[in-house]
């Protein structure tokens, strides 16, 4: 059991919350009891307890005078939910304007816009809406404040390159610093040179403010035909939130951890022991970790009554389904203890109210690319100062809290980087490239960039546009099917494999295989019954691989009449097999557009394989002769692979395979595998394979 002590009093660590994120304050309902109900004057006198609402009328002087606003705000301050909120009351969503907020996250974005639509008294997809990739609850002409993910706003601009329809964009965590996010600040500081009239607020906590306004100071001078007097003042304006956050106690290990999962375990159960009322927010790095701690943590239940009574354990991350998003949320019931286990999601864009206790982890997962080899590797890291930091503000929100870090003190001041690497600079740009060009920005190394991208990274991404006849000699869009490819919400690589899909005359199947690759994964874990779901899963299992499998699964819950008991009895995710049906009608809408006809190759499944190639060609490998232990070679880089456990082909080994990605953590796994003969590589992409592969004359 690790044991943790406070730091001395000559020294107190209280308050390492004042420049923390706030991100969205969700207030519970009083109790059913309560005389004074829940109405109007309620949430009204909670909007005006927030710590934003006396910087209201500084915030929109700004706005109305300054293009940009720059507003650090501090936990709990309330500006994402408000700030839109004063904008709409001061007039700048009349006359047909919109007003947008940005969040980097899916579940941030509806839940904030929930939230917001609740304080206002409307219904979600009027006068507040969302929309995030596949799914758009606004309608134009009544939505007034509309939320939306970074990348979502960018595709928007395809359509309308100034965006012509928003008054104010205002980009909230601009800190967390995502690729959609450095190149949303790029491309709206290019459009402000080209509408002076659109206000910028760029909104954050641990932002540094100097840089942020540095960067849209650089500007060139506006359009010459704009009267001066309407044009706002160009110098960036700063202004700081005070946050309402209380005091938290930080608490270090002595010596570090060896095991971070059953340490993070123990202190749960010991603040539960130990500590007065107040929910525990847990942060360790993915799905598989949070499923471990939930096991042990429930396991626990049974073991020990006493230590682990009235713990309410709950999961938190990106790919949750809105149920349990919602138990996340709801207020805490009488006599129990919340225990949410979260990723770094609940770092900055979600705040849940009632959390006291903060045990931190000191790690999170992150995507890390390397261009040369091609391989993602999801790597457990270590987090920044900047992350810690935020950590600790949310135990802050309601009365001063406690967060137990599972590293020592030693570490954090020393070795603990100050601020973590922006995602542009560990990613794969290939989607980033073709949305640029789309945008009509062929100097894509002059963009301005907050972070400039490696340039290993965009010769690579430009590799391989040039690969899929996607980008020409000049490297521009070709037509139609650059520009096809560009307005497809997906990978580049499954964009040429749907449309490829029409030549060959399989485009309804493919449709399906795409919006399956689209989610998360459409198989629920085991639960605790690992051997019985991989013999329901060899039910559906087809011997081509696992984009065949996918519409053997498709098929099964349509005729089931989508039933999510069916779901249940077959381990197949329900929310998600519910998304793959959202996606393949959005993608069907879409081909038509085109003007492409859908058709089906009745079960002939060597053209789908063949349409699957005409996208994924690059990721061929092929299995090591006299290898025993399922050792495949990449033809693009030789690099050895190995097929995920989670694959149908697993244990198979097909002399031949194509993946949809590589993903590296104890091995490189090639996942979602499909089997092939190589002589439909050569059919397929004659341009790769005639210079790179001797390995296809072996077979």
């Known amino acids: ?347 900055t864009s979600l705040t849940l109210e009632g959390v006291v206790y903060v045990v931190d982890s000191g790690f999170s997962k992150q995507r890390f690319y390397n261009p040369v080899s091609d391989i993602e590797s999801l790597v457990v890291a270590p987090i920044s100062k900047a992350s810690a930091r935020q950590r600790a503000g949310r135990a802050g929100r309601v009365r001063p809290g406690k967060c137990f870090r599972l590293y020592t003190e030693d570490y954090f001041l020393k070795e603990m980087a100050a601020d973590g690497i922006p995602e542009m600079q560990r990613s794969n740009l290939v989607s980033c490239v073709i949305q640029l060009k789309a945008l009509g920005i062929d100097n894509i190394l002059g963009f301005d960039w907050l972070a400039s991208p490696p340039p290993e990274a965009m010769v690579r991404a430009l590799e391989v546009l040039y690969s899929l006849s996607i980008v020409d000699d000049d490297v521009k869009l070709t037509s139609p099917i650059g520009y096809q490819i560009a307005e497809v919400p997906m990978d580049p690589m499954v964009s040429k494999m749907v449309l490829s899909a029409c030549d060959l005359g399989c485009s309804e199947e493919m449709t399906t295989i795409a919006a399956s690759l689209s989610v998360q994964s459409i198989w629920v874990s085991g639960r605790g019954a690992q051997k019985a779901s991989d013999e329901v899963k060899l039910r559906f299992a087809a011997a081509e691989g696992d984009h065949i499998t996918f519409l053997n699964v498709y098929k099964g819950f349509i005729n089931s009449g989508k039933s999510s008991q069916w779901c249940y009895k077959n381990y197949v995710n329900y929310h998600a097999m519910k998304k793959v049906v959202d996606v393949k009608e959005q993608l069907c809408r879409l081909l038509r557009r085109f003007g492409l006809a859908l058709k089906s190759c009745e079960q002939d499944t060597q053209i789908l394989r063949k349409a699957i190639i005409a996208g994924f060609f690059a990721n061929s490998c092929y299995m090591e002769e006299y290898s025993h232990n399922g050792l495949y070679k990449t033809i693009r880089s030789s690099q050895e692979v190995y097929i995920h456990p989670s694959s149908v082909l697993f244990r198979v080994n097909p002399k031949w395979v194509v993946y949809h990605s590589l993903v590296s953590t104890d091995k490189h796994y090639m996942r979602n595998v499909i089997a092939i003969d190589p002589s439909w590589l050569i059919e397929a992409a004659p341009h790769f394979y005639q210079t790179r592969s001797p390995n296809l004359a072996l077979y």
């Open 1 to 347: 059991m690790a044991q943790f002590w406070r730091p001395g009093s000559a020294r107190p660590r209280a308050s390492l919350i004042d420049d923390e994120e706030g991100g969205v304050l969700f207030l519970s309902s009083p109790a059913p009891s309560s005389s004074s109900g829940f109405g109007y004057s309620s949430l009204e006198r909670q909007r005006q307890r927030l710590p934003v609402f006396k910087y209201r009328d500084a915030i929109l002087y700004l706005v109305e005078n300054h293009a940009t606003t720059i507003i650090v705000g501090e936990t709990g301050s309330g500006k994402t939910t408000q700030i839109p909120q004063y904008l709409k009351e001061a007039g700048w969503a009349e006359g047909g304007r919109v007003i947008a907020c940005t969040q980097p996250r899916r579940l941030a974005v509806q839940s904030v816009a929930s939230r917001v639509a609740e304080e206002m008294g409307v219904k979600i997809g009027e006068e507040v809406g969302y929309t995030i990739r596949f799914e758009d609850q606004t309608n134009p002409g009544v939505t007034m404040i509309k939320f939306l993910t970074d990348g979502v706003l960018i595709r928007e601009m395809m359509d309308d390159p100034l965006l012509t329809k928003y008054s104010v964009i205002m980009v909230d965590e601009a800190h967390e610093r995502s690729i959609s996010t450095d190149m949303l600040l790029g491309l709206l500081k290019k459009i402000q040179r080209r509408r002076p009239e659109l206000r910028l607020i760029i909104s954050s906590a641990t932002i540094e403010a100097k840089s942020m306004s540095n960067f849209f100071q650089n500007r060139k001078k506006v359009l010459e035909h704009f009267a001066m007097d309407s044009v706002p003042n160009q110098l960036p304006a700063i202004v700081s939130v005070e946050g309402k956050g209380y005091t938290v106690d930080i608490y270090y290990v002595e010596e570090p951890v060896s095991d971070y999962l059953q340490t993070t375990v123990d202190t749960v159960l010991l603040i539960n022991e130990k500590e007065s009322p107040g929910d525990i927010l847990v942060f360790l790095t993915g799905q598989d970790d949070i499923d471990a701690a939930v096991k042990l943590l429930t396991d626990a239940t049974h073991d020990d009554k006493k230590r682990s009574s009235g713990l309410l354990i709950l999961p938190l991350f990106s790919g949750l389904s809105r149920v349990d998003q919602d138990l996340v949320f709801a207020p805490t019931p009488r006599g129990k203890r919340k225990v949410v286990i979260s990723t770094n999601i609940a770092e």
